[in-house]
Nanobody, 124 residues
Framework: QVQLVESGGGLVQPGGSLRLSCAAS????????IGWFRQAPGKEREGVSC????????YYADSVKGRFTISRDNAKSTVYLQMNSLKPEDTAVYYC?????????????????WGQGTQVTVSS
């Protein structure tokens, strides 16, 4: 059974940090690009970051560039999103997704497996 399970969300003050994890099972993570997406209340889901399946290249949305870092550990079938200097506007449900794609993209249609999401709330 294919599963992606996110963890690490929570409540953090502005300027704080969180590390999200995405644990994959039921498929070989090595063959998939992984993306992180988020959806804030009343807004559409948007792409945050992705990491390629082959050389570990990364891509970030402008809104998180310089603050977030995506990484993967294929041996542990886990992808991480380190989030620093968090802002209230980063508040959202964060999802990880896997896609059998060779290029890096934040187009949601390219991703076939999705997790259930983890809530991140940035508030004082």
């Amino acid at each position: 059974q294919v599963q992606l399970v996110e963890s690490g969300g929570g409540l953090v003050q502005p300027g704080g940090s969180l590390r999200l994890s995405c644990a994959a099972s039921g498929f070989t993570l090595d063959y998939y690009a992984i993306g992180w997406f988020r959806q804030a209340p009343g807004k559409e889901r948007e792409g945050v970051s992705c990491i390629s399946r082959n050389d570990g290249s990364t891509y970030y949305a402008d809104s998180v560039k310089g603050r977030f870092t995506i990484s993967r550990d294929n041996a542990k079938s886990t992808v991480y999103l380190q989030m620093n200097s968090l802002k209230p506007e980063d508040t959202a449900v964060y999802y990880c997704a896997a896609g059998p794609i060779a290029t890096m993209t934040l187009s949601q249609y390219e991703y076939v497996y999705w997790g259930q999401g983890t809530q991140v709330t940035v508030s004082s």
